[in-house]
């Protein structure tokens, strides 16, 4: 007798039609999170990190972030069922149907798919997180009522789906060698950093990733813009200003014993508010270096 094979995952089956209410349409009904959680045996329900679902023939998938609690996830999940349930005309299925397939009601004379609809939410530093609903994911009668659906799903979504940006050691000097990464917390991957404006020190690039390394080659202030994407339509852009020091002074001024001495360090790049210390070797008997560059004394 040939072994049944298992069955499909609940939460990957056609959406089936009841009498239950809306926020109730998927076949296992108002029990959607358990599936996900804990997988039935002989079912096969995938990551724990995603929800699938089919519908009308279409794939609907969410991702779930890092460390997003059981609630945020049947938000998440719930919000695709809400989906389906607006395209189920589409396949001649809708609410009330018993024992489908049965006799739709009247098809819509037209169909309305939403425009990008985008919410935004801050980060602690006050950099805005937007997440935008892209174009043709939820339908309606009214181009006005699949806008509303797209915009409202976007903002009860916004928070859960936020990453924020965060800052790294911007002070470098001409000629060392550099690597940092940028910070980010939150938000769903893949992730992707790209330069919006504004240029990186000269001999520095930013990668994909988020690095920037290189070595400097020439002192100043440099400000840009990176922006970084998120799956799922996120998005958020962050200004920041590198400093690069160069000491500019080669040679020092010859002196003699017995003569007073005065001589000031010069360097190029960041505020001009420098603080200078010896950092190998010491200075003649008789002369001193304050923190600003101030060389003074009478050599001995």
């Known amino acids: 007798m040939p072994v049944a094979a298992p069955a499909p995952c609940p939460t990957c089956l056609q959406l089936i039609c009841s009498d239950t209410p ?13 599936f996900v959680l ?3 045996p002989g079912f096969d329900c995938g990551g724990a990190d995603s929800f699938n679902m089919l519908c009308c023939g279409q794939l609907l998938s969410v991702t779930f972030p890092p460390g997003a609690t059981a609630d945020q996830k049947t938000t998440l999940i719930q919000g695709l069922v809400n989906q389906c349930a607006t395209i189920l005309p589409l396949c001649n299925q809708f609410p009330g149907c018993k024992n489908p397939p049965c006799t739709p009601p009247p098809p819509p004379t037209q169909l309305f798919y939403n425009r990008p609809q985008s ?8 950099t805005v997180f937007t997440y935008t609903v892209p174009a043709g994911t939820f339908a309606a009668l009214t181009q006005a ?14 928070t859960l789906l936020r990453v924020c940006l965060g800052n790294f050691p911007s002070c470098l000097c001409v000629g060392m060698a550099y690597a940092k990464t940028i910070p980010k917390v939150g938000g769903i991957p893949p992730f992707v950093f790209t330069l919006a404006s504004g ?9 994909a990733s988020g ?35 160069e000491i500019t002074t080669t040679v020092l001024d010859a002196f003699s014993i017995g003569v007073p001495y005065d001589f000031q360090l010069l360097a190029a790049g960041g505020s001009g508010n420098y603080a200078w210390k010896i950092v190998s ?18 050599p001995t």
Request: with cysteine; aromatic share 6%.
């Open 38 to 40: 804990n997988c039935p």
């Open 145 to 158: 009522l699949a806008d509303q659906e797209a915009l409202a799903f976007a903002c009860k979504n916004v």
């Open 22 to 34: 809306d926020t109730a349409l998927y076949s296992i009904e108002a029990s959607l999170f358990p």
């Open 199 to 207: 240029s990186l020190p000269t001999g520095l690039v930013l990668s």
């Open 119 to 126: 919410c935004s939410a801050p980060c602690p530093d006050g």
């Open 281 to 298: 070797g010491t200075l003649p008997p008789g002369l001193v270096m304050d923190n600003t560059g101030h060389i003074t004394g009478t």
């Open 211 to 245: 690095t920037i390394s290189g070595t400097p080659t020439v002192s100043g202030n440099f400000t840009f813009s990176v922006m970084l994407l998120s799956g799922n339509g996120g998005s958020i852009t962050k200004s920041y200003t590198m400093a690069v020091l």
